[in-house]
């Protein structure tokens, strides 16, 4: 199973794409976590994508579509994938299609995350990560606060903000959302797999919710 996570950055697509992965046992493949993982080891590839990143620029296609599609074929995502955060452009979402037939797997799903700008800019600014690369776990400092400060509650190791996460970054990362991946909205709208959701407190639809809708589109959809 092939599922995609698009939407605006903040918006929770890997909060979800989380909880999905508990849900239905099929990993998570976030493009973003490879390249800060890369950048944390100083590989060769942290070096290439480090200046687009800090900037808040996407990483070129052709480097990005290498990465995903060299993860793709790992042995742990044989029965499927979980995208959050890739496809970004139409160029990959193309070589992504060519890439998935050659395979004969198919996207069974694309989540078009949407929510208010004010309450993603919150969401950013507040955002706290598990530094731990094993748990990531994702927290909240006025939403979902850990036990205690600045420590994971799940596994105990330091909580950090990622350096693109400030007001003036997260505003850039918006508008190159707007202009390169916003139109994949109208690529996947005649493929009948788009599903798309609000996420947003003023709904009481928050991440959990936006996965239980999920879930329950998939049985339905397998019925
Ligand atoms: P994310 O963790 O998804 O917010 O991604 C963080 C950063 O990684 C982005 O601002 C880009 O610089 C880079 N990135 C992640 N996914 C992609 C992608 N599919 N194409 C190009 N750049 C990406």
Redesign the pocket.
């Known amino acids: 199973m092939v599922i995609i996570m698009l939407g605006a950055?903040?918006v929770g697509?890997?909060t979800v794409a989380g909880i999905l992965t508990e849900k239905l046992g099929i990993p998570q493949v976030?493009?973003?976590?490879?390249?800060?993982k890369a950048m944390a080891e100083k590989t060769e590839l942290g070096e290439k994508?480090e200046e687009?990143?800090t900037?808040?620029?996407?990483?070129?296609?052709d480097l990005?579509i290498k990465v995903?599609e060299e993860r793709l074929l790992e042995p742990d995502l044989k029965s499927g994938a979980i995208l959050?955060?890739?496809?970004?452009?139409k160029v990959?979402a193309e070589k992504l299609d060519e890439f998935l037939k050659e395979q004969n797997k198919k996207i069974d799903m694309v989540v078009d995350l949407t929510s208010p700008e004010e309450e993603i800019l919150d969401r950013i600014v507040n955002r706290r990560i598990c530094s731990n690369q094993n748990c990531k776990a994702v927290y909240n400092i006025k939403l979902k606060k850990p036990k205690v400060e600045g420590i994971c509650d799940k596994c105990g190791s330091k909580l950090y903000q990622?350096e693109?996460d400030t007001v003036e970054k997260v505003k850039n990362?918006i508008k190159?959302y707007e202009a390169q991946t916003k139109p994949l909205e109208e690529y996947y709208e005649n493929t009948k797999v788009l599903y798309r959701i609000t996420i947003s407190q003023k709904i009481n639809k928050m991440a959990k919710e936006a996965a239980e809708e999920i879930v329950e589109y998939l049985n339905n959809k397998g019925e």
């Open positions: 950055p903040g697509k890997g976030s493009s973003g976590d490879i390249f800060r994508v687009y990143m900037k808040g620029e996407l990483v070129p296609d990005t995903i959050d955060g890739f496809p970004r452009t990959q990622r693109d990362r190159v």
